[in-house]
């Protein structure tokens, strides 16, 4: 899965516009969703749904028109290859995960908890870094493979870092295992346990979907500050990365507990020269749908 350096696209208006724009932006439409929630009789549900929908097609026209890495770019064969997990994992997981989702917000106005007396703003930082320590926690654990559940995660965790590019639609490659552990133990139990308000479930997820879509982006997106609180692009490109010293980043939307735990690895401007998994792992390359699905339950 070697590939060969490339030099990004000379800055334009526009991809200068993009670079630093976008991010901003995307907290806008956000805000935009977060006022609609507060102010208006409009169903919860519908925010969340609208706000993810927009920001996924915005995205996925900006990067058509607009690659950040020539090489990254989606192929034919890729999407091909992407198709068979799109379909696959759509028809289950991520139709699963969408109902969850929704079941989550109708039900989130009427459970109790520890933080069902705090104020919105703090049971929203609440929700963030508890989510965060989760996914952290499993994550890093997922990589390291310690023991013999750690290497089972692994190999289940491992088919999302396969392909050797990284754009939006590679999002969507993923063993339905790891669908299953992420939104059932990270996302949706501490939800249901804590007792969150409405407002704040929604809101909570609006962020987080849009963290999740823009770290993939395929775009010369620069967050700068940001990201020493938020995961983007710049510092998830190196969580793909083929050396295994520098693929950290284990957060997926905060980057608070990377500096805290020494995992945080951040080069301005600069994209990692290989993504994917090095060809000594003993791992089957992405396009064997059948090798990949049936990779947790064998020994590499």
Excluded at 149 to 161: A, I, M, N, Y
């Amino acid at each position: 899965m070697t590939q060969t350096s490339s030099t990004p696209a000379p800055p334009s208006f526009a991809r200068t516009t993009i670079r630093w724009g976008l991010y901003p932006f995307s907290w806008g439409i956000i805000l935009a969703a977060f006022y609609l929630i507060q102010t208006s009789a409009a169903d919860p549900r519908t925010i969340w749904g609208v706000t993810a929908g927009t920001l996924a097609v915005l995205y996925l026209v900006i990067e058509f028109f607009f690659p950040y890495e020539r090489r990254w770019v989606m192929s034919w064969r890729s999407f091909l290859a992407d198709l068979k997990f799109i379909v696959g994992n759509n028809l289950t997981i991520a139709a699963l995960s969408a109902l969850l989702a929704m079941f989550t917000i109708t039900i989130s106005g009427d459970l109790s908890g520890p933080a069902s007396n705090w104020s919105q703003p703090i049971q929203l930082v609440a929700c963030l870094l508890i989510f965060e320590a989760c996914n952290y926690t499993i994550h890093r654990f997922m990589h390291e493979g310690r023991g013999g559940f750690g290497r089972f995660l692994w190999r289940t965790h491992s088919v999302h870092h396969l392909p050797p590019r990284l754009y939006l639609v590679m999002h969507a490659v993923f063993h339905p295992i790891n669908g299953i552990i992420i939104q059932g133990m990270v996302i949706v139990t501490p939800i249901w346990l804590m007792g969150y308000d409405q407002e704040v479930v929604v809101m909570f997820l609006i962020i987080n979907g849009m963290h999740g879509l823009i770290s993939h982006f395929n775009v010369d997106v620069r967050m700068g500050w940001a990201n020493y609180l938020f995961i983007g692009p710049e510092l998830h490109r190196y969580h793909h990365s083929a050396n295994f010293n520098e693929a950290k980043n284990y957060g997926a939307t905060l980057s608070i507990y990377d500096q805290l735990f020494g995992t945080f690895i951040y080069h301005p401007g600069v994209p990692p020269k290989e993504l994917g998994v090095h060809p000594d792992t003993g791992l089957p390359e992405y396009e064997r749908f059948i090798e990949v699905m049936t990779l947790p339950f064998r020994k590499v």
